[in-house]
């Protein structure tokens, strides 16, 4: 059983579309994180999310936002697609927020054309 | 904010070969973590420090957290192509914030 699970893998859409990536973690974890890569390698994070308490990175626009329908799963949507939201989206959980290991899914690569 | 400064950005070595990777933070580490990354995959957690002066080994990779707890190294000994990919340094986040990433060492081990 893959321990953090992301889908799709691949996605390529145009510019101005609306698209959905989602989550899921069986570890029992209650902290989840969105994480964005960009073509430099460079991650960085975009949300996290604590026993449902969500903290959102200033440095993200609006136009992304996290659903949680529960703390196994933490979806990513993306409204009004740009060029430069191409890159790698990483999902991981964590035993403890802040801190410790994380447990990353295998990314999802958005390319926006 | 703090930020982690990791060099080299980029390192091509003969298998066999030993090679250090270094992570430098602006600020103190409370908690320093190493990941691998390979080309498509997700991050794989390698090694947690804490300790001022801590070392922890893991088969032939060897990472050390100094004195002052500002800087990490990451040592492959007797390097395989087993070994190529990213290797990223995270630090814990002031505050109780997420984990923050240095932007990555590729390693590339030739045969």
């Known amino acids: 059983d893959t321990a953090v699970s992301q889908t799709p893998k691949y996605l390529v859409t145009q510019m101005g579309n609306d698209k959905s990536i989602k989550c899921e973690q069986n570890?029992?974890?209650?902290?989840m994180y969105w994480y964005k890569q960009d073509s430099k390698k460079f991650l960085k994070i975009m949300f996290s999310y604590n026993n449902k308490e969500l903290i959102i990175n200033e440095t993200v626009p609006n136009r992304f936002s996290p659903k949680s329908p529960d703390k196994a799963h933490l979806n990513l949507h993306i409204n009004s697609l740009e060029l430069g939201d191409s890159a790698v989206y990483f999902c991981?959980?964590?035993?403890?927020?802040?801190?410790?290991?994380?447990?990353f899914g295998e990314g999802s690569r958005l390319t926006v054309l | 904010s703090q930020e982690l400064e990791q060099s080299p950005q980029s390192l091509i070595v003969q298998e066999g070969k030993n090679l250090t990777i270094n992570c430098t933070s602006s600020?103190?580490?409370?908690?320093l973590y190493w990941y691998k990354q390979k080309y498509g995959e997700g991050l794989i957690f390698l090694m947690m420090?804490?300790?001022?002066?801590e070392e922890k080994s893991h088969e032939k990779i060897t990472a050390k957290l100094d004195e002052k707890k500002q800087q990490s190294s990451l040592h492959i000994t007797a390097s395989q192509p087993s070994h190529a990919g990213i290797y990223l340094c995270g630090a814990d986040g002031q505050a109780g914030t997420a984990l923050i990433f240095g932007k990555g060492t590729t390693l590339s081990v030739s045969s």
């Open positions: 420090l804490q300790k001022g002066g």
């Open positions: 570890l029992g974890h209650d902290t």
């Open positions: 600020k103190t580490l409370y908690g």
């Open positions: 991981a959980s964590s035993p403890l927020y802040g801190t410790g290991e994380l447990f």
